[in-house]
């Protein structure tokens, strides 16, 4: 019987100064700001991990955007002043960490022409060819604080700013920063921050494996997308604090690891391609309570109090993308970061 297993071109030639872009709207720029942010400064936390977080959308929507754009036009994220890549460091979704000039915490920031609210893109720095891009604007822009060393110095009290300009246009234009090549500038406002020595942890109850029931081919076949299958698996994550934390507010936010649905909420594709004996057409639905987790959703869960010890429940189940669907293995991967407010 068929069953499925479970275990959890940068183009150099010489440009006219004016662009064949097509635009639509106008240039916005949107404030980003770290003020008194909870930093974790604890050395025992790995590089890569995140700080903080921040989300911004209003303007964000309305940012001019850009289309038809012939071979000669390029396209550019550029940060003002300067920035380096933190070597050796990735942050969320694997993307590309940058130096804010704070030994031990970088940045990482997202597309503005890619992406969705549940699955953004990391943006990387530089210039590339904007023909045959496309432009469908986003809704909104986030920015990810990354740690990038061991030693983060505690000793900075102040501020930093660095502004993050996105543009399309010729290349004399885009270096210009002109008007018309402008799209949106993101200015980044660092510090002052609140550095903690320690900070609530969270473990998997029973470890960090969930391994759900083998379940029939067919069986899946039968059961309405998203629905339960029987076969579904719960889970709870424990959270303990120190007295320093003791009553005060935190949030928490899911990241996944592997790839996650951009358009259906709570739901991981299947990490293993069919190639490699993957299941097809399978993946897996993370909920808490009946309603599925909202991934990269960094307002909507929140402990307001939290206390020496707490748990959260969840389940963990099947999930199918179409009727196409043929048996193998499912695994895919994702992580709950806590942070207080």
């Known amino acids: 019987m068929k069953r499925i297993v479970a275990f959890i071109s940068l183009l150099f030639i010489n440009l006219p100064a004016l662009a064949d872009c097509g635009y639509d709207g106008s240039d916005s720029a949107v404030n980003v700001t770290f003020s008194s942010t909870k930093i974790l400064s604890d050395t025992s936390l790995a590089a890569g991990s995140v700080l903080g977080v921040r989300t911004v959308g209003g303007a964000v929507a309305t940012a001019k955007t850009f289309k038809n754009c012939k071979v000669n036009d390029v396209y550019a994220i550029i940060a003002s002043p300067s920035v380096n890549l933190a070597a050796g460091v990735t942050g969320v979704l694997g993307g590309p960490v940058y130096e804010t000039g704070i030994p031990g915490i970088g940045f990482e920031n997202s597309e503005a022409i890619a992406g969705a609210n549940g699955r953004p893109v990391p943006a990387t720095l530089g210039t590339v060819s904007a023909y045959g891009l496309n432009d469908p604007g986003v809704q909104q822009l986030t920015v990810w604080l ?43 406002k660092l510090g002052p921050f609140i550095y903690r020595e320690t900070s609530c942890n969270v473990t998997p109850k029973g470890g960090s494996t969930i391994n759900l029931t083998n379940i029939e081919a067919s069986q899946l076949k039968a059961v309405a997308q998203g629905g339960g299958t029987g076969k579904q698996k719960e889970f709870t994550l424990d959270i303990t604090c120190p007295d320093t934390s003791v009553g005060t507010k935190y949030t928490y936010w899911f990241n996944p690891i592997t790839e996650n649905s951009a358009s259906k909420d709570g739901v991981l594709l299947n990490s293993i391609p069919d190639t490699a004996g993957g299941a097809k057409d399978v993946g897996f639905i993370i909920k808490q309570g009946s309603s599925p987790i909202v991934f990269f959703d960094y307002k909507k869960y929140t402990i307001a109090s939290v206390k020496k010890s707490q748990s959260l429940n969840f389940t963990a189940d099947y999930y199918k993308f179409s009727d196409s669907l043929m048996p193998g293995n499912v695994r895919a991967i994702f992580e709950i970061i806590l942070q207080e407010e």
């Open 146 to 188: 990354i740690k990038t060393k061991d030693n983060i110095d505690t000793s900075f009290s102040g501020k930093k700013e660095i502004a993050v300009s996105y543009r399309a246009g010729s290349v004399n234009q885009v270096n210009a920063n002109s008007a018309t090549a402008r799209l949106l500038q993101a200015n980044l």
